[in-house]
């Protein structure tokens, strides 16, 4: 599986941007596809995950009520749409995928993913 995530930008606090991670190769129902954040500085840390089978989802609390996460199954495209942004938004987003045991709880650990898109800019200026 290859990720191309793309949708980052400039923008003010207060405004809303729409990242989308699309996915090529085969998605299977027990994958999880997450979105996670690194700031200069600062370690890699998970943002929001979706569950391809069932869209079972998972949120940091510090995202909570301002990010939604979905997939567009037909597309093989997750996205993950930020309100409300911060300048502490401010970050290099990445989606990353993996293969997980139908019954475990989503993940949020880095080291739980193998597949790692590229990256993408997110600025929020105040």
């Known amino acids: 599986v290859q990720l191309q995530a793309s949708g980052g930008g400039l923008v003010q606090a207060g405004d809303s941007l729409r990242l989308s991670c699309a996915a090529s190769?085969?998605?299977?129902?027990?994958?999880?596809v997450g979105w996670f954040r690194q700031a200069p500085g600062k370690e890699r840390e998970f943002v929001a995950a979706?569950?391809?089978?069932?869209?079972?989802?998972r949120y940091a609390d510090s995202v909570k009520g301002r990010f939604a996460i979905s997939r567009d199954s037909a597309r093989n495209t997750v996205f993950l749409q930020m309100n409300m942004l911060k300048p502490e938004d401010t970050a290099i987003y990445y989606c990353a995928t993996d293969n997980f045991d139908r019954r475990a709880p989503i993940s949020t650990s880095t080291g739980s993913y193998d597949y790692w898109g590229q990256g993408t800019q997110v600025t929020v200026s105040s």
């Open positions: 190769g085969v998605i299977y129902s027990n994958y999880v």
């Open positions: 979706i569950r391809w089978r069932d869209r079972d989802t």
